[in-house]
C-alpha cells in the first residue's frame, strides 16, 4: 500500500490551494496587515472565502459541515499556507480547537459549535500554555468544583489567534498535581463571560496572540468538554495531529525560502561571476537541499499517520516537530546569510519568513521538548 | 484485499520451511557468503539455505528468470525483503558490486551475448566482481584516469593501476574504467571493460586500513589480456556507463546499514547497556540528547528511503536522488559509529584480547572502517557537487 504518494484528488487540493493563496494571499498580502495593524492580524474576508472553499472543514464529518477528507488534504492546504505566510485562523480554530472539540465533545456541543466553525462564524483558541514553555501536564490553572458548576482561575499565555476568537478551549486542572496526566479538564468558556479578561500580545510574526486573565469565571459543567480529570486521553492526540499539521505549514515557509534562496544564487553577481559558483555556498545549500528531503517525508508519514497509515502518531508527531524546528531555524538563517546585505533589509521578504520560523518553533513543543518526548516514548 | 497479500503469505510459509534456524541469527562480518571461486561457506546450513535460494532465483529477486534470477516484481521482491528482515534470515548471497552495480549496468547497456554470459554466473554466486575505477591519481577527480588499454584487433592490452579496489583479493573478475583515446578529452577517451583476472598479468596487494582488515587493495596490470567482446557500451563511450554505475554504487552505500553485517546492538540498546536510567531516561543527559538526534535522523532518512520507494513505482530511485542518499546515509553511517563509542565509554574502546567481549571488540574497527564510507564511491563532497549542479541547477 502506498502511503507517501498523494492521490489524484489531494494533488488537485493541494494545486488549487496554491492558486488561491498566490492569487489573493500573496506575502504581500501579509505585509499588508502587518504595515496597516489591522487587529486581529487576518484578512476577514480572506477567511469567508477560505470557509466558502472548505478548508475549514476537511477533517470534519459532513454532518456538522464539513468535507471528511482526512489530514493528507488539511496537511496539503498548511504546506501551502506556509509558502504564502497565510495569517488566518486556521490552524488555531480547525487544526486545534474544532479537532479537539471532534474528539471530546458531547454531541450537543459538536452541533452547536462545529457547523459554525465550519461557515467561519466561529473562532476557537486553544488556552493551554501556563509559562514561556510549551509544558501542558505542568498545568496549575484551577477549575474549582461549585455545587454544579466550576470556577476558573488563572492565566493563559502565548493563546494563538486569541484576539479573534469567539470561545476558548481552557485547560484546567481539576486535580492531582503538576506533572500528572491524570485531572486535566478542558472548558469551552465564551470570551464575553464576565471575568476573562484578554490583552493582545504583539509577536515578531505580527500575528494574533493573547494572554487571557481568568477571575472567578464561573462556568457549567455543560462546559466541560471531554470528561472530567480525563481530558489528556483526547487533548494529547490533538496536540500530536496538530504538531503535525504546524511542521506541514513550516515545510511550506521552509520550502518557500529555500527555493527563493537557490533563485538568488543563480542570479546574483559578485567577482564578476555567479555567487551559485561558489563552492562554499553550493554545499551548504546542497545539504539544505537534503535535510529538507527528510522534512518532507517525515511530515508526509505523519499526515498518512493520521489518516490511518500505520505508524506510532506520537513519536511521528514529535520527530516531525522536532526536525521541522530545526531545519526551519537552519533554512531561515541560511537565507539570510546567503542573500548578504539585502537579508537584513525588512524590504526582503524573507525577514518575514525568518520571523514566522521563530514563533512556529514554540507552538506545541521546541526541539527540546520533542526530543525528550522521543527519547521516553522509546525507552531511553 | 491486496493482491500482494497472498504472495506474502506464499513467501511466509517458504521462509519458515527453508531457511534453517542457524540462518535466522545476526552474521558476523565472515559469516556471509560472498560467492566466487574464492567465496566459502560458514557452515553447512549456510550452503543449504544459499542453494535453496539460488534454485528459487531469490539470490536476485527481481531479476529476469532467463538470467537467473526470480522474475519477481518490485513490489513482490520488496515484500520478500521486508519478510526476510522480519523473520531475520540472512542474505543467502551477499549483495557485492555483482549484483549491486555491474548487473544493472549489464541490463542497461549489455548486449544479449554479455547478458546470457555474466548475469547468471552473478545470480548464482559463482563469479565475484570487484570495481575498478579510482587509481592514484584518479580519486574525487575520476575521469582522470590513467590506465591503458591498447586495441590488439581482437583484444586489449592493458597496462596500469587500481586503487581503492574493495575486496580484489577475493574477486575473480574486475570491470574497468581504462583509457582507448588518450588523445581524446578527459572523459571522451574512457571505455569499460570486463576483465577476467585470472591471468598472470594481473597482480592484488590488499591495503590495511585503520580498521585493522584489508577490505581495499590495489590491483596492478601489466600486459594484461581483456577480449573484445567484454567492452561493455561503445568504445570511448565507457564514461556514459561510469556515470550510471555510481549511481548504482551510491544507492548501494545508502543501504549499507541494512545490507551489511554490523554490530548486531542498536544505539539504544547500546545505551541502555552501558548507562543508568532512572524511571526509563538516560541519567546522562548529553549523551542522551545525542542518541536522540541520531535517532531521530535515522529513521527520517528511513521515511525518506520508503517515501523515494513509493514514488519510484519501480523500485529504483530517481537518479537525481541517489546523491543525497549516498551522502546522508554515510555521513550517518559516522555519526552512528562515533555515538556508540560515545556511549560505550571506555568500554568502546578494546581492539583486542581479554576484557571486552565479541561485540564489544567489533565496534570500534566498525567505527575506524565507517570513516571511509564518506570517501569511497564519491566523497561527500562529490556528491554535494552533484546536487548543487543535478538538483539545484546551480551556474558553474
Known amino acids: 500500500m502506498k502511503h507517501l504518494v498523494p492521490s489524484d484528488e489531494h494533488i488537485m487540493l493541494q494545486d488549487s490551494a496554491r492558486q488561491f493563496l498566490q492569487a489573493n494571499c500573496p506575502v504581500s498580502a501579509f505585509r499588508h496587515l502587518r504595515d496597516n495593524s489591522v487587529s486581529p492580524c487576518y484578512s476577514r474576508q480572506h477567511w469567508k472565502q477560505i470557509c466558502d472553499l472548505g478548508w475549514s472543514g476537511i477533517i470534519l464529518p459532513e454532518e456538522y459541515g464539513g468535507l471528511d477528507f482526512g489530514y493528507v488534504g488539511l496537511g496539503a492546504i498548511m504546506k501551502e499556507s506556509g509558502r504564502t505566510l497565510l495569517a488566518s485562523p486556521l490552524f488555531a480554530s480547525v487544526c486545534l480547537g474544532a479537532q479537539y472539540l471532534l474528539r471530546a465533545g458531547s454531541d450537543t456541543q459538536k452541533r452547536d459549535i462545529l457547523p459554525s466553525v465550519v461557515c467561519g462564524d466561529t473562532c476557537l483558541a486553544l488556552a493551554i500554555e501556563e509559562g514561556p514553555h510549551h509544558d501542558p501536564l505542568a498545568t496549575l490553572f484551577t477549575a474549582q468544583p461549585d455545587g454544579g458548576n466550576f470556577v476558573l482561575n488563572g492565566t493563559k499565555t502565548f493563546v494563538v489567534d486569541g484576539q479573534c476568537a469567539n470561545y476558548f ?71 500530536d495531529a496538530a504538531r503535525i499539521l504546524l511542521a506541514a505549514e513550516m515545510l511550506g515557509g521552509i520550502c518557500e525560502c529555500f527555493e527563493r534562496t537557490v533563485e538568488y544564487l543563480r542570479d546574483r553577481e559578485q567577482f564578476g561571476v555567479k555567487i551559485g559558483s561558489f563552492q562554499a555556498l553550493r554545499h551548504r545549500a546542497a545539504h539544505l537541499f537534503a535535510e529538507i528531503e527528510l522534512c518532507k517525508a517525515v511530515v508526509d508519514t505523519g499526515l498518512a499517520a493520521l489518516d490511518g497509515a500505520p505508524g506510532s502518531i506520537s513519536v511521528l508527531a514529535s520527530l516531525a516537530k522536532a526536525r521541522l524546528n530545526d531545519i526551519a531555524l537552519l533554512a531561515t538563517n541560511e537565507a539570510v546569510q546567503m542573500h548578504g546585505g539585502i537579508g537584513v533589509t525588512d524590504e526582503l521578504d524573507i ?14 513543543g521546541d526541539s527540546s521538548y520533542h526530543r525528550d518526548r522521543f527519547g521516553r516514548l522509546n525507552g531511553y | 484485499m491486496e493482491p500482494l497479500d497472498a504472495f506474502r503469505r506464499e513467501v511466509v510459509a517458504w521462509l519458515e520451511d527453508n531457511c534453517p534456524r542457524s540462518q535466522r541469527e545476526p552474521a558476523g562480518p565472515e559469516e556471509l557468503y560472498q560467492g566466487g571461486s574464492k567465496g566459502c561457506f560458514s557452515s553447512q546450513d549456510a550452503r543449504t539455505w544459499f542453494e535453496r535460494m539460488r534454485e528459487k532465483g531469490w539470490t536476485v529477486p527481481d531479476w529476469p528468470r532467463e538470467y537467473g534470477g526470480g522474475g519477481l516484481s ?323
Open chain 2, 74 to 396: 518490485p513490489g513482490q521482491a520488496k515484500v520478500l525483503k521486508t519478510e526476510m528482515k522480519r523473520l531475520g534470515c540472512r542474505p543467502p548471497l551477499a549483495t557485492g558490486q555483482g549484483i549491486a552495480m555491474l548487473g544493472p549496468a549489464l541490463f542497461e547497456y549489455g548486449s544479449e551475448q554479455q547478458k546470457r554470459e555474466h548475469l547468471p554466473r552473478i545470480a548464482r554466486g559463482e563469479v565475484r566482481w570487484c570495481q575498478g575505477y579510482s587509481e592514484p591519481g584518479a580519486g574525487s577527480d575520476l575521469a582522470n584516469i590513467q590506465c591503458r588499454a591498447e586495441d590488439k584487433g581482437d583484444h586489449f592490452v592493458v597496462n596500469g593501476t587500481k586503487l581503492w579496489t574493495s575486496n580484489a583479493d577475493r574477486a575473480d573478475w574486475i570491470f574497468c574504467l581504462v583509457r582507448t583515446d588518450p588523445k581524446a578529452a578527459k572523459q571522451a577517451g574512457i571505455s569499460f571493460l570486463l576483465i577476467d583476472m585470472r591471468q598472470n598479468g594481473i597482480e592484488v596487494r590488499p591495503i590495511e586500513l585503520i580498521s585493522g582488515e584489508s577490505d581495499f587493495c590495489q590491483v596492478f596490470f601489466e600486459n594484461a589480456r581483456a577480449e573484445k567482446h567484454n567492452l561493455l557500451g561503445d568504445l570511448n563511450r565507457g564514461w556514459t556507463v561510469a556515470k550510471r554505475l555510481l549511481q548504482h554504487e551510491r544507492t548501494l552505500m545508502s543501504q549499507l546499514s541494512e545490507i551489511a553485517v554490523g554490530p548486531k546492538f542498536s544505539p539504544g540498546e547500546v545505551a541502555r547497556r552501558y548507562l543508568s536510567l532512572e524511571n526509563g531516561v538516560l541519567t546522562n543527559s548529553g549523551l542522551r540528547e545525542q542518541l536522540v538526534r541520531y535517532e531521530m535522523d535515522a529513521m527520517a532518512l528511513a521515511l525518506s528511503n520508503q517515501k523515494a520507494f513509493e514514488e519510484s513505482g519501480q523500485g529504483r530511485l530517481d537518479p537525481n536522488s541517489t546523491s543525497f542518499f549516498k551522502y546522508y546515509a554515510t555521513e550517518l553511517d559516522k555519526r552512528r559509529g562515533e555515538l556508540k563509542l560515545a556511549l560505550m565509554g571506555t568500554q568502546g574502546l578494546g581492539w583486542s584480547g581479554p576484557g571486552f567481549d565479541s561485540d564489544e571488540l567489533m565496534e570500534p574497527r566498525t567505527w575506524a572502517f565507517s570513516k571511509a564510507l564518506t570517501i569511497a564511491g564519491g566523497s561527500s563532497e562529490v556528491q554535494l557537487n552533484v546536487i548543487a549542479k543535478r538538483v539545484l541547477d546551480l551556474p558553474e
Open chain 1, 351 to 364: 525577514g518575514l519568513f525568518l520571523k514566522r520560523a521563530r514563533v512556529a518553533i514554540q507552538i506545541l
Open chain 1, 169 to 239: 478551549l481552557v485547560v484546567a486542572r481539576t486535580s492531582g498535581k503538576p506533572g500528572d496526566a491524570k485531572g486535566l479538564s478542558v472548558f469551552l468558556v465564551d470570551i464575553d463571560r464576565k471575568g476573562v479578561e484578554r490583552k493582545q500580545l504583539h509577536l515578531l510574526d505580527a500575528r494574533d496572540y493573547s494572554s487571557v486573565d481568568f477571575d472567578n469565571v464561573i462556568v457549567g459543567e455543560d462546559d466541560l468538554v471531554g470528561s472530567m480529570n480525563d481530558a489528556w486521553r483526547y487533548l494529547e492526540p490533538t496536540l
